[in-house]
């Protein structure tokens, strides 16, 4: 009998119903189950999330996504593929909110090491991991945060063709740097490759977020590369999660449905103003 029919009527089996608090039920495979069907099946978390998805079984893990999140675009993130360069202050945010959605792969890479400065406002730095690789603590987090994804660390600093490299392989890039020195260079990776750029800056507790197009004007162009305002102004906590969140929705929105914004979110946390603007 094959195996794939095996797995998929034990799913079925080990289904349990949930009322959500919309009163709505729904069947969903608990994450015990997921663990004791690949432990005895030899398959990973992911293949069986899916496998439970197709049959219209929702991961328990995900629920919570229902019904913004349907069983159908949840197997799309599952199936996704994020490039996010850089994993300081927007990329720790980012990747962790990434997992949690239930990306299927993620590519990060940072070649920086965690320092005093960082524990202001980066997810990932603590007393434990000053001098530790970013990239190596963000895997060790997500390992735990959701092992059904799988996360892959790129521990060294990416330019020019490197990116490419990298962003040829993906669905969306998303630009978590801080500074402006290579921010153009991976723009025109993603563009270059045809994959949507997920791109932000935070100064002091403004900030701007915004998915640029292939091919498309976006604010490394206009900018350069001289001083960045977050060095003047710096970095504080809350506009640094808060620009991160709002990456981590565009990446939703594209890989689920297809929305990027069509202009750049402008925010000002001191007066708490949203401006669009089109570039």
Known sequence: MNSNFVLFHAIKEASEPLILPNGETVSILTVRAVETFSK??????????????????????????FSIISMKDQHKLLSSKVFVVGLGGLGGHVVEQLARLGVGTIVGADGDFFEPTNLNRQL??????LGEKKAKRAERRLRCVNPSINFIGVDHFLRGDALIDYAK????????????????????????CNVPLVTAAVAGLSGYVGTIMPGKTGPAELLGTGSAAEDV???????????????????????CWNTPSESLLFYDLMDMNFQNVTL
């Open 169 to 192: 392989h993906v669905d969306i890039v998303v630009d978590c740097l801080g500074g402006l020195e290579t921010r153009l260079d991976l723009q025109k990776a993603a563009t270059v």
């Open 124 to 129: 990932n730095a603590t007393f434990e991991s």
């Open 233 to 255: 102004l710096g970095t504080p906590a809350p506009s640094v999660a808060m620009a991160a969140s709002l990456q981590a929705n565009e990446v939703l929105k594209m890989l």
């Open 40 to 65: 005895a099946e030899g398959t990973s978390f992911i293949e069986i999330e899916k496998a439970a998805l197709e049959q219209e079984i929702f991961p328990e893990r995900y629920v919570r996504n």
